[in-house]
């Protein structure tokens, strides 16, 4: 049986999990409301103050579906509590960030700024030379925050670049002068 599928989901104080047809899971919270249409294969239970997933066999697909539908609830929850964030650290010289509104400016080393719109629901928070993305959906936080750092991804032999605040980069030995 999936270990992380039977698990079952606490529901804090101020938050309510509804479950309509075809598995549409509604959650709201204190900071906003997320909702998501999950596989309809998938039982998914308000027992109390819990929530529970069951799966109807042992097929591959459904066991895969198990986790990964509890996940998903389990994402949704924590979002509408604490929220979710991820920083990413601007490297460089003459990279810079800056905010107005809701654009963020990036330069880059490009012969233009490159300009960028927070979506709906999310923020970006400059501070130096890091920015935070926070948002409550998991989901938009990550794919937001892998664009931001696409448009200048970091290189290995300076380390220039946007970076995630908890990546690594592999370093490269740069080319030896002849003598």
């Known amino acids: 049986m999936s270990r992380i599928g039977r698990m079952p989901i606490a529901i804090p ?10 598995n549409k899971v509604t959650v709201k919270g204190p900071k906003g409301t997320l909702e998501r249409v999950l596989p309809a ?31 998903l609830i389990n994402n949704m ?9 991820k920083k990413l650290e601007v490297n460089g010289v003459g990279y810079r960030a800056a905010k107005s509104g809701k654009k963020l400016t990036l330069s880059l080393g490009y012969s233009h700024p490159v300009e960028m719109t927070d979506p709906e629901g999310l923020e970006a928070v400059v501070e130096g030379n890091i920015i935070t993305v926070k948002g409550i959906d998991k989901e938009k936080v990550g794919q937001y925050a892998a664009e931001i750092r696409d448009k200048r991804r970091p290189e290995p032999y300076k380390g220039k670049g946007i970076k995630y605040a908890d990546e690594t980069i592999r370093r490269k030995v740069g080319k030896t002068g002849k003598k």
């Not at 308000?46 to 066991?63: C, T």
């Not at 929850?77 to 964030?85: K, N, P, R």
Request: proline share 2%; no cysteine.
């Open 13 to 22: 104080a101020g938050v309510t999990v509804a479950v309509a047809e075809n």
């Open 77 to 85: 929850v924590v979002g509408v509590t604490t929220g979710y964030e």
């Open 41 to 71: 294969e998938m039982e998914i239970k308000v027992e109390g103050a819990e929530v529970v997933v069951n799966r109807p066999n042992d097929l591959k697909k459904m066991k895969s579906l198990h986790g990964l539908t509890r996940t």
